[in-house]
């Protein structure tokens, strides 16, 4: 049953993963909190944004995008937390999601019509920047930690660390290939987050409870038979499966990645320390994380709040 129902477009997608899946390096330059999907949901926001993309294009990585939460979902349910805040950030990751998928919009802003409306690249991404300070300011004010918060926090860091790496980056592609950069950069995310799945497997297998071991093994089975050609092609990946809560978390996934090899890295001109990979394993787990630039912020106690 799992094998006739396997995921098309996530396969597509993740052919374009990067083989040391710089993305997961490049997105904790952000700063962005410790999840998975939402950085997926936020960089695609990102994609569908842009001017002169053909239609398309968008519409095989809305699918993409789609089917591949399902399974990411799997490994944040099956290794995280349930802690309010990881509650909070699903709601978060699920209600832009809906939007997205559905109707192209991103918190009630109309992402198809911005990317009608012909501005570059750098004006498109200063205009998600703006947008998303403002919605910041505006849901601050009603919930601190509301799962609108912190959508708008994530699209924030991301835009804005984009738009400066890509208005910093003299070789960087001025002519409409920043679509691909950023399916690309999904994609490493993805493929880094499904090299997990195996160990959901597992996981469901090890049921303690008997009278739920059956119903788990059936649905174990079945998960396997859907991802087998996933497992296969991250098979020769260069980022291993993450043991224990580490792998509900893209931080540990980025620093896993940089004590496997620290060399792949290549640290923005923004954010050098956040490749900087030195220190031993314990002080690497415990670095504190730096905050996205406050000035025009108004700072609430609780803003921010980490998984």
């Known amino acids: 049953m799992g094998k006739s129902q396997r995921p098309k477009y996530p396969i597509e997608l993740l052919w374009k993963s990067n083989s040391y899946y710089k993305g997961v390096a490049d ?3 952000c700063q962005v909190l410790n999840s ?8 695609t926001s990102i994609a569908v944004a842009l001017p002169n ?6 519409d095989r990585l809305i699918s993409s995008v789609s089917e591949g939460l399902v399974y990411a979902g799997l490994v944040e349910e099956s290794f995280s937390s349930k802690a309010e805040n990881m509650m909070n950030l699903k ?7 809906v939007e997205v998928e559905l109707y192209r919009k991103w918190l009630g802003k109309d992402l198809r019509k911005l990317s009608l409306e012909r501005k570059t690249i750098e004006g498109t991404l200063q205009t998600l920047v703006d947008i998303a300070k403002k919605s910041v300011i505006e849901y601050q004010k009603s919930t601190t930690g ?6 708008a926090n994530s699209m924030y860091k991301i835009s804005q660390t984009i738009l400066k790496d890509y208005e910093g980056n003299t070789d960087a592609d001025k ?4 679509f691909e950069q950023l399916s690309v950069m999904i994609a490493d995310i993805f493929g880094a987050c499904l090299s997990n799945l195996s160990s959901v497997v597992i996981r469901k297998c ?3 409870a008997i009278e739920e071991r059956e119903k788990s093994v059936r649905r174990a089975a079945r998960l396997l038979g859907e991802i087998e050609e996933i497992l296969e092609i991250l098979g020769n990946k260069q980022l291993a499966c ?13 620093v896993y990645k940089m004590q496997k090899d620290p060399s792949s890295i290549v640290p923005s001109s923004n954010n050098e320390v956040a490749a900087s990979g030195s220190g031993t394993k314990e002080e690497q787990f415990n670095q504190p994380e730096e905050q996205y630039p406050t000035e025009d912020l108004p700072a609430q106690e609780g803003d921010f709040v980490e998984p």
């Open 53 to 58: 993309v053909e239609s398309q294009a968008v």
């Open 36 to 43: 998975w999907t939402m950085p997926v949901v936020t960089l």
């Open 27 to 29: 997105i904790d330059s």
């Open 206 to 208: 090890h049921c303690s």
């Open 146 to 151: 509301s799962p609108n918060v912190l959508a």
């Open 242 to 254: 993450l043991s224990g809560d580490r792998a509900a978390d893209i931080e540990q996934g980025h």
């Open 91 to 97: 709601c978060a990751t699920d209600v832009v999601w």
């Open 175 to 178: 002519d409409g290939n920043f």
